[in-house]
């Protein structure tokens, strides 16, 4: 698993050709983005014949591979493996020379761990390359680029990616040169022999024949998309010829990286929510804060216009309500005793008048009150009597006041 | 064991680790559920910046609202008789009275004893009432009587109960008047107001 998605540049050398593959790699698979092959890259001069186009398909990878033709390796059996490889690494190159024919200062070299049947390391294959070979092709990627080559691989070691893994056995064909072909042999994957000479006869009985050969079956921009991938499935099992290709413990970091982050967001997320929530409380306390004063004045402000609202609406209201001038019931029922009558007496409360006294025409006062703004239901109070003033009648009569108590 | 197996049993320990954890953490935030969280202080705090924001944008229509209410209060105010005790409110009810009886000549023959009510529990305002007995030389000196018991000056004033007897036929003879006068009174400290 690679976190994050991780876009690998991987090249093959065929011939004078240049294959090229993008691949994506993620947490779940990789696949390849674009390819394309550039016919005679590399131009007399030393420069990249359409520089442009590796470009394009480069797009923003930042890791490039490149893999070179199987007849610029020598190989040869050797009593180690990747994992003894990093400590032998130098004084073996020193001696290289004892081992291929390469010179120490020329040799590239890189390893390859066999197997046996069981699955176990059983020694490994050294694999060496003429760095004058590989060295133009280099300079001109990296100028066309702009960008360092990071590994450099055999086409064995690239084969690795071909998903062999599924197989419980496979043979892979790889041209060496001038014809020959040479065998490699994988048992679920990993290599249990390899470099074993080989001849056409044994091409139908082959898995895979390699790019460079009359009868491959893969092409160059497949074993570029192989190479990409190879050291991601067959972790460990190869060291390249220069530079270093993702080991298995880069298997290891974004998973546990991944899993102690999600860790510490998982401890660390309720303390964050607290701490947030709390400078929110700050935030707040500080508005509540710089808000006070304001807030003291208008509390005041409607404080007082309540207690104001309270005092003239429940106090005053209440004392007030019925309240009302005498003087226009007092004018009004005056006015209804006609000239010859008179009163003995006026009483007027919060609910009406009671009016007595002696006049001639006592309906015309019923009349009069009754048609009073000021009052209604006038009615007799008590019995109509004969005055002792001829033509005069004593009365006593009562009359409600408009919207009384 | 190989690696491949290796690492994926610490991965999958390291998973299993996290699963205990949310389950902890779930457990325990279920057995906390009564106590007040940060969040509901939040809550708090925010609903009572709100409310004083609300005040705060509320200003103008509160300050309209003291200002015509405080209109309204001075006008009744100047006519409510102050004074620190509701004895002392009556008594000076009756200097006013009687300062308008004497102005027109009508005879004052009684005071009853004066009355205190309360208009509303807890109120500083109180009605204070006087019954006069009085008698009038003519009916166009009880009118003036009774519009000046009316418009008393500094004082808002109810003529709650009128009882007038004469002048018979023989207007010479004069009205007795008896009446029930109330007032309206602030009985207190002023600084209340």
């Known amino acids: ?405 | 064991m190989k690696k491949e197996q290796t690492r994926t049993l610490v991965l999958a320990a390291l998973v299993v680790l996290v699963g205990v954890l949310v389950v902890a953490d779930r457990l325990g935030a279920a057995s906390e559920d009564d106590a007040p969280t940060p969040r509901d202080e939040h809550a708090r705090h925010a609903e009572v910046v709100a409310r004083m924001r609300a005040e705060i944008d509320a200003e103008p229509e509160w300050r309209d609202a003291l200002e015509e209410a405080g209109e309204t209060w001075a006008g009744v105010e100047a006519r409510l008789i102050h004074a620190p005790t509701a004895e002392l409110a009556t008594a000076r009810l009756g200097q006013l009275v009687r300062t308008v009886v004497t102005d027109l000549g009508v005879t004052l023959d009684a005071t009853s004893a004066p009355s205190v009510r309360t208009p509303a529990e807890g109120s500083p305002v109180r009605i204070i009432a006087l019954s006069l007995s009085l008698r009038a030389s003519s009916p166009e000196q009880l009118n003036s009587l009774l519009d000046r018991l009316e418009n008393l000056p500094g004082a808002w004033t109810n003529i709650a109960r009128l009882r007038v007897q004469g002048p018979r036929r023989v207007p010479t003879s004069g009205l007795n008047v008896d009446l029930d006068l109330e007032a309206l009174a602030w009985v207190g400290d002023r600084g209340a107001l």
């Open chain 1, 1 to 405: 698993m690679i976190l994050p998605p991780r876009n690998i540049l991987s090249l093959v050398i065929v011939g004078d050709d240049l294959h090229a593959a993008r691949v994506a790699v993620g947490p779940f698979g990789a696949r390849t983005v674009r390819a394309g092959t550039i016919e005679r890259f590399l131009l007399p001069t030393g420069e990249a014949r359409d520089a442009g186009a590796l470009r394009a398909i480069a797009g923003r990878a930042r890791r490039v591979l490149l893999t070179v033709p199987g007849s610029w390796c020598a190989t040869r059996p050797i009593g180690l493996s990747t994992r003894d490889w990093h400590g032998a690494r130098d004084e073996l190159r020193r001696s290289i020379d004892r081992f291929v024919p390469f010179t120490p200062d020329d040799a590239l070299a890189g390893i390859v761990t066999m197997h046996d049947d069981a699955g176990s390391p059983a020694g490994g294959l050294l694999v060496a390359a003429s760095r004058g070979r590989v060295e133009p092709w280099r300079r001109a990627v990296e100028a066309a680029l702009g960008v360092p080559v990071g590994a450099v691989m055999c086409p064995m070691t690239a084969s690795l990616g071909l998903g062999l893994q599924r197989a419980e056995r496979a043979a892979v064909l790889e041209p060496v040169g001038f014809g020959a072909l040479h065998r490699h042999d994988f048992a679920l994957g990993l290599p249990v022999r390899a470099a074993q000479p080989a001849d056409d006869a044994d091409i139908p009985a082959a898995d895979a024949v390699l790019p460079g050969a009359e009868a491959s079956t893969v092409t160059g921009c497949e074993l570029a998309s192989a190479a990409a991938v190879a050291s991601l499935v067959a972790p460990g099992v190869f060291a390249p010829l220069d530079g270093r290709v993702t080991t298995h413990r880069g298997d290891w970091i974004a998973p546990a990286a991944a899993v102690a982050a999600a860790i510490a967001l998982f401890i660390s997320a309720p303390a964050v929510e607290r701490s947030r929530v709390r400078a929110a409380i700050e935030n707040l306390a500080l508005e509540r804060e710089s808000l006070a004063e304001p807030f003291a004045s208008v509390r005041d402000v409607r404080k007082e216009a309540e207690r104001l609202s309270t005092l003239l609406g429940r106090d005053i209201a209440a004392a007030t309500a019925g309240w009302s001038s005498v003087l226009p019931i007092l004018a009004e029922t005056q006015a209804a005793v006609p000239d010859a009558g008179f009163l003995y007496r006026i009483e007027i409360d919060g609910r009406g008048v009671t009016i007595s006294g002696e006049a001639p025409d006592t309906p015309t006062i019923l009349e009069r009150l009754e048609s009073s703004a000021h009052l209604t239901a006038a009615r007799r109070a008590g019995p109509l009597s004969p005055s002792t003033e001829p033509g005069l009648d004593v009365f006593e009569m009562r009359a409600d006041r408009e919207g009384g108590r």
